[in-house]
């Protein structure tokens, strides 16, 4: 139990030293821009020393305060993994699109986090692919060590990212960051790609639910047009609309369409 501890903690530490040794971190040596580096390398040393030496006086953490640091880090873990891959684009459109139903409680939460999570397996497939067979199956057989196999991990999300990146949001956090001249997308850290990522994702979720929501608000503004022609202001114009929403909606296929072009919005 305590090599497993180990394990889970080391990872946790991985995505913090990722961030405390990448040099747009790092205040006091900064590089020239040519001469920044991944922070794989700065990464594999804080994982090393943590396998040596936890606790920092030669003594490894007790079982109790490891399961404690575990459970925190927990509680970081899942936002950081579902922010680099393709969940969160694909959970504001879902959300777009039972609003634009006016449905408020169906699909339930419950629902669209599981189709969110299994669309994203889905779309993020050949990654868990490269990662199985660079990183979990190597290290399981004893091939390579733990921090070669998170630096693999690290690089094959970060060649996801950067296919998902505008290179206008690489560029803002670029320049926020003091950081240009990359000669490749593989040397931009990561404390500049998921900013630039997430942003990214962000506005491609936005576009893809306004044009979701304008069938529905025509609908919208079509029944409210033709309750004021007849004197019925008084009746609310999404009772009626709602039932012609759902009927176009299920006439076209809806959740088909939806979700085949969340998959195929993703650049492969």
Not at 216 to 222: C, E
Not at 253 to 266: E, H, I, P, R
């Amino acid at each position: 139990m305590r090599n497993s501890l180990k394990i889970a903690l080391v990872v946790g530490l991985f995505c913090a030293s990722a961030y405390v040794a990448d040099p747009a971190f790092a205040q006091a040596a900064v590089q020239a821009p040519a001469q920044v580096q991944a922070p794989a390398p700065g990464a594999s040393v804080a994982l090393e020393r943590a396998l040596d030496d936890i606790s920092g006086d030669g003594q490894p953490l007790s079982t109790t305060l490891q399961i404690l640091i575990v459970m925190g880090l927990m509680t970081v873990l899942p936002s950081i993994i579902l922010m680099m891959t393709s969940f969160t684009r694909i959970i504001i459109v879902l959300s777009i699109l039972r609003h634009a139903l006016g449905l408020q409680q169906s699909p339930p939460n419950q629902v669209l986090l599981g189709l969110a999570l299994f669309l994203s397996m889905f779309v993020m497939a050949p990654q868990i692919e490269q990662i199985n067979e660079q990183a979990i199956a190597p290290y399981s057989a004893d091939e390579i060590e733990l921090t070669e196999a998170i630096e693999k991990s690290g690089t094959i999300m970060h060649s996801f990212m950067a296919k998902q990146t505008r290179q206008s949001d690489l560029k803002l956090f670029m320049e926020l960051s003091n950081k240009d001249g990359f000669a490749s997308a593989e040397e931009i850290p990561f404390s500049i790609m998921l900013p630039a990522f997430v942003t990214s994702e962000l506005k491609t979720a936005f576009q893809i639910g306004f044009l979701i929501f304008l069938p529905f608000l025509i609908i919208d503004l079509v029944v409210a047009a033709v309750l004021m022609a007849l004197g019925m202001m008084m009746l609310s114009p999404v009772i009626i609309s709602m039932p012609f929403k759902l009927l176009l909606f299920v006439m076209i296929d809806g959740w088909a369409l939806t979700m085949g072009s969340l998959a195929g919005s993703f650049a492969t």
